[in-house]
């Protein structure tokens, strides 16, 4: 596979997990609450809604600038590691309290 080609695949995988974990916060944070204090305190001062549109376009426009970078081989290995901390510590906890 090429290397263009495996980018497109780690930047999709990346933009797919922001838009899950935006959807699963804004509906699970009520029942379960928010571990990520940063995102706690944006809640409780603008409110849901809003702190996640913020934060999500911020980690989006990151994925982007990430996969745009020149240096195509740390671009890939950033967009891996961010790709397995996504799923760790969002797809698995939130599956997992949404949906079992």
Known sequence: ???GTRLAILVAA?????LFDGF???????????????????FDR???????VAAKALAIVL?????ASPRRRLAMTG??????AYT??????WAQRLFG
């Open 24 to 42: 699963a916060t804004y509906i699970g944070w009520e029942q379960h609450g928010e571990m990520n204090p940063l995102l706690r305190a944006g």
């Open 88 to 93: 760790t510590f969002s797809l698995l906890p």
């Open 46 to 52: 603008f409110g849901a809604g809003p702190t996640l």
């Open 79 to 84: 967009l891996a590691l961010t790709l397995m």
């Open 14 to 18: 990346n933009l797919g997990l922001q």
């Open 63 to 67: 994925v982007i600038a990430l996969a």
């Open 1 to 3: 596979m090429r290397l």
